[in-house]
């Protein structure tokens, strides 16, 4: 059983340019939370997805950061844009069809984004 | 808003030491809590966690007791190996608000 699959492992882009991340969660499960971890801090919930569906996106900035998890395909967090800010470890999360309070979240390996 | 705080690191430590980190939280309801370990260039994994007040998680020699009336959730392990050296991040899940909240992370070195 393939764990939470992150891609690429390593992105660089330039200033203004888009950065894709891909996850896709373990099977058979259904939830999708992204988290950034910045340089010498914790981890930062940005959103949390379930099929289709936008369930929680509070920590994700307004503008240029949006966030998918289509019915077929794995969940994209989109960055247009990139300015050096947003250089920083992306992480995704998953979580089985019926979270519960004691549910533990399966991290992948992160994307490391460098904005040049 | 629920919250976590850890003890800042770096912690260094000799091989065979006493490690605790600490870790205090605010929170509504009763939060579940965990401590996750994030090995080098590794997502996080899962160490122990504990779902109601006075419950202990353990595993690979680190334990962890929830305590409700310090809102503590200390991790301990009794002798520490250089294997051991990662990041530790204490979070608490609270039902409804489908976020887990994780404090900023200890990074935890430990010397041969």
């Known amino acids: 059983n393939a764990g939470v699959m992150q891609n690429p492992r390593h992105l660089v882009r330039r200033r203004g340019q888009e950065a894709r991340l891909r996850c896709s969660p373990m099977k058979g499960h259904s939830h999708v939370y992204w988290y950034r971890q910045l340089p010498e801090e914790g981890l930062k919930f940005m959103v949390y997805l379930q099929k289709e569906n936008i369930i929680d996106e509070s920590g994700m900035p307004k503008e240029r950061f949006s966030a998918e998890f289509p019915k077929e395909g794995p969940s994209i967090l989109r960055i247009q844009q990139v300015v050096r800010g947003d250089s920083a470890a992306y992480f995704c999360a998953s979580s089985p069809l019926q979270a519960r309070t004691d549910e533990k979240l399966f991290f992948g390996s992160g994307t490391q984004l460098s904005v040049l | 808003g629920n919250s976590v705080t850890q003890m800042e690191g770096p912690v260094t430590l000799s091989e065979e030491a006493f490690l605790t980190i600490n870790c205090t939280y605010t929170a509504t309801g009763y939060p579940s809590l965990f401590w996750y370990v994030q090995y080098p260039g590794e997502g996080l994994q899962l160490l122990l966690k504990?779902?109601?007040?006075?419950d202990k998680g353990s595993n690979k020699g680190f334990e962890a007791t929830y305590r409700k009336e310090t809102t503590s959730f200390h991790l301990e392990k009794g002798s520490v190996q250089v294997s051991d050296s990662a990041v530790y991040f204490c979070?608490?899940?609270?039902?409804?608000?489908?976020?887990?909240?994780f404090g900023t992370g200890t990074r935890l070195k430990v010397l041969a």
């Open positions: 979070a608490l899940y609270t039902s409804g608000t489908y976020k887990y909240i």
């Open positions: 504990a779902t109601k007040a006075d």
